[in-house]
């Protein structure tokens, strides 16, 4: 029996590192956000007005407003630093009672080992607050089957044009799902080395391969137990 209790504790062992093991990979970027309104060349253009009046004054917005954007992602708060990205997507004053705004987009970077990666953003910016908190819900290429959050912070504002930083913080190739590695990739290639404005605590795994070791380890720990000990 010793010998058997033995074997057990080292089959257990397997399984928690293996579940370890299948966590994921976290990743950190940081870059700033440049939403331009004014100006002869916009990158945020109102599609949709509100039948109201203005809710928000200073982001000139009614309840209902809906802007679409394609703002430049750059590596530090001054709109002349380095490409790293654009956001892509839109956003609409949705509080009937201040300047909160939902927001559906995507984070398509450029630069470094996660060109032509994108991150699906989705969430409430209430601009009153300091910091907001948006989901990350997806994402592709090096990101696919990302989860994770985005801090959001106003760095500066010129009437309604807004410079905001951006911290993202994503995990990918863990849980139950599979990334398959044979899937066709983004269309445009990576390059060589991190992306500019970037800092993670790893680096993504992109088309790495996971399909819940942690079970495939518990079923033969289950299998030879059952079979050896009761």
Request: charged fraction near 15%; charge should be negative.
């Amino acid at each position: 029996m010793a010998a058997k209790a033995v074997l057990l504790l080292l089959l257990l062992s397997v399984l928690l590192a293996a579940e370890a093991a299948d966590d994921g990979t976290t990743t950190h970027l940081s870059f700033f956000m440049h939403d331009i309104v004014s100006g002869s060349n916009p990158t945020a253009v109102k599609v949709i007005k509100g039948p109201g009046s203005t809710t928000a004054p200073a982001l000139g917005m009614a309840f209902g407003d809906t802007t679409v954007v394609d703002d430049a992602l750059t590596e530090a708060s001054s709109p002349s630093s380095a490409a790293v990205g654009r956001m892509q997507g839109i956003y609409m004053l949705s509080s009937q009672s201040g300047a909160a705004l939902m927001v559906c987009a995507n984070l398509l970077l450029t630069s470094g080992d996660h060109n032509g990666s994108t991150i699906a953003v989705l969430g409430r910016d209430d601009t009153d607050a300091d910091v907001r908190e948006l989901a990350v819900v997806g994402g592709t290429g090096k990101f696919r089957m990302a989860s994770g959050y985005v801090l959001w912070k106003t760095s500066s504002m010129s009437g309604a044009d807004a410079t905001v930083k951006l911290d993202v913080y994503l995990t990918t190739g863990g849980g139950n799902g599979t990334i398959d590695a044979d899937a066709p990739a983004s269309p445009v290639g990576g390059g060589g080395g991190s992306p500019s404005g970037s800092s993670g605590t790893k680096a993504s795994s992109g088309g790495a391969r996971t399909t819940g070791g942690g079970w495939v380890v518990a079923a033969v720990v289950v299998a030879v137990v059952g079979s050896w000990v009761w």
